[in-house]
Nanobody
Framework: QVQLVESGGGLVQAGGSLKLSCAAS????????MGWFRQAPGKEREFVAA????????RYANSVKGRFTISRDNAKNTVYLQMNSLKLEDTAVYYC?????????????????WGQGTQVTVSS
């Protein structure tokens, strides 16, 4: 089991930027793909972005493509989510997750370890 701790959330104005970090410990981090999900009040948790174990492959939800960038530093056991041009609809709790495989996956069920989440609030 990988333990994950997110940080970097906060309050930002629309059009602004935030960078989320997810620090991993426990089982080998660098062997697994990683992902970011988000959950807004009253909505289901949704996929945001994922990155393969070496960082060579990424995938994004259409709603964030071109604005968000996922990256990882295996030497630091950390995955990042750079969020630019933030919109009101990006407001949610953002969760980091470790996949069960090294390749990029999207379904929530393909992720076996989750962080506690970090709140991102975008204001007008």
């Amino acid at each position: 089991q990988v333990q994950l701790v997110e940080s970097g959330g906060g309050l930002v104005q629309a059009g602004g930027s935030l960078k989320l970090s997810c620090a991993a410990s426990g089982r080998t981090f660098s062997s697994n793909a990683m992902g970011w999900f988000r959950q807004a009040p009253g909505k289901e948790r949704e996929f945001v972005a994922a990155i393969s174990w070496r960082g060579g492959s990424t995938r994004y939800a259409n709603s964030v493509k071109g604005r968000f960038t996922i990256s990882r530093d295996n030497a630091k056991n950390t995955v990042y989510l750079q969020m630019n041009s933030l919109k009101l609809e990006d407001t949610a709790v953002y969760y980091c997750a470790a996949a069960r495989s090294p390749g990029v996956v999207v379904p929530l069920a393909d992720f076996g370890s989750w962080g506690q989440g970090t709140q991102v609030t975008v204001s007008s």
